[in-house]
């Protein structure tokens, strides 16, 4: 059966003006679509445009050029009332759980802001931030209390709780996990995974490295300086990564088996990321490729099908 497509991004574009007529390329023409129902890992180190995608393609941001479509509709171009309605559909979990509560409400408050925002749950308003409570293992007692008297695995749940209160079928999760202790990382991505299941949701996940959206990504995405440069099935991306930026990512992670480890060869990536505000020409990864071929310094790579339902934009595949 033909999986549906619950959001497509098309040729996004996110440029920020930076003052002396400089502009910052922080998404350069980036496509993909995500299935209903599946989890899209998106990687890549700080700076690549990763988390510049997630907030344009939920609304924080309005795109410079590109279409955003959220179950057949055009996000950017629906009316402000029906835009509402999709954008109620979209919701976001963020990093910092501390930083994207207000300390000066307590949870009831925190969960409830988006329902009466949405007019949603009018008359047992109380009896839905208890249930979403106790759905992401918190308990009713935690009602009245504020973000600070909480762990950050806790407050973490709250901001879950918070997103899930208004029904939503999308989620974007940007990097929820790289603030906490990794003996609490698990147990977010655990509970993330099961209230997928449960509601039936769809994720974007961000994360800056491999390791982190291994466990809970259907397919992975890679970003690299606001480009996409390589996206399949997770498993096919760790057995056999295409771009030589994937094959670097995946190279630094370590392995659990002590002879797969002694044996692992790191591809050390040579200098910094270059600025997103003069990106190199041709492949926007060349500085840093040692693998680089004269046409990379002047022609854009294409992205392509390199392989059954793998995608990668580099020229060795040409
Ligand atoms: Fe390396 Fe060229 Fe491929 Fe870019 S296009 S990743 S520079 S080989």
Redesign the pocket.
């Known amino acids: 059966m033909q999986k549906k497509k619950l959001i497509q991004v098309k040729n996004l574009k996110k440029y920020f003006s930076i003052g002396n007529g400089q502009t910052l390329k922080a998404v350069d023409d980036v496509s993909f679509d995500i299935y209903q129902g599946e989890t899209l890992g998106l990687v890549g180190e700080s700076g690549c445009g990763k988390s510049t995608t997630g907030r344009t393609v939920i609304g924080l941001y309005q795109p410079t050029a590109g279409e955003i479509i959220l179950d057949g509709q055009n996000v950017h171009k629906s009316s402000p009332a029906d835009r509402r309605k999709l954008t109620s559909k979209m919701q976001m979990i963020f990093q910092d759980p501390y930083a994207s509560l207000n300390p000066r409400m307590n949870v009831t408050e925190i969960i409830s802001e988006g329902m009466a925002l949405n007019g949603l749950y009018k008359n047992n308003r109380m009896k839905r931030v208890i249930e979403l409570l106790e759905m992401v293992g918190l308990h009713k007692e935690h009602a009245n209390r504020f973000p600070h008297e909480f762990s950050g695995g806790q407050r973490q749940r709250i901001g879950i709780a918070r997103a899930l209160a208004v029904n939503p079928d999308f989620i974007i999760a940007d990097e929820p996990i790289s603030a906490l202790d990794v003996s609490v990382q698990a147990q977010v991505v655990n509970l993330m995974k099961n209230l997928q299941r449960e509601q039936k949701l769809t994720y974007l996940f961000i994360a800056h490295d491999l390791a982190m959206v291994k466990h809970i990504s259907d397919r992975i995405g890679v970003m690299y300086l606001g480009n996409l440069?390589e996206m399949t099935a997770s498993e096919k991306l760790y057995e056999s990564p295409k771009?030589?930026?994937t094959q670097a990512l995946l190279s630094a992670i370590p392995m659990p088996d002590p002879d797969l480890e002694q044996n692992r060869e790191r591809i050390i990536l040579e200098g910094d990321v270059p600025s997103p505000v003069n990106p190199p020409s041709?492949?926007?990864?060349?500085t840093r490729?040692?693998?680089?071929?004269e046409?990379?310094a002047h022609v854009k790579?294409a992205w392509k099908e390199v392989a059954p339902s793998h995608f990668a934009?580099?020229?060795?595949y040409e």
Not at 289 to 293: H, I, Q, Y
Not at 313 to 316: D, Q
């Open positions: 440069v771009h030589p930026y041709g492949c926007v990864f060349r490729c040692s693998v680089a071929k046409v990379c790579p934009a580099c020229h060795l």
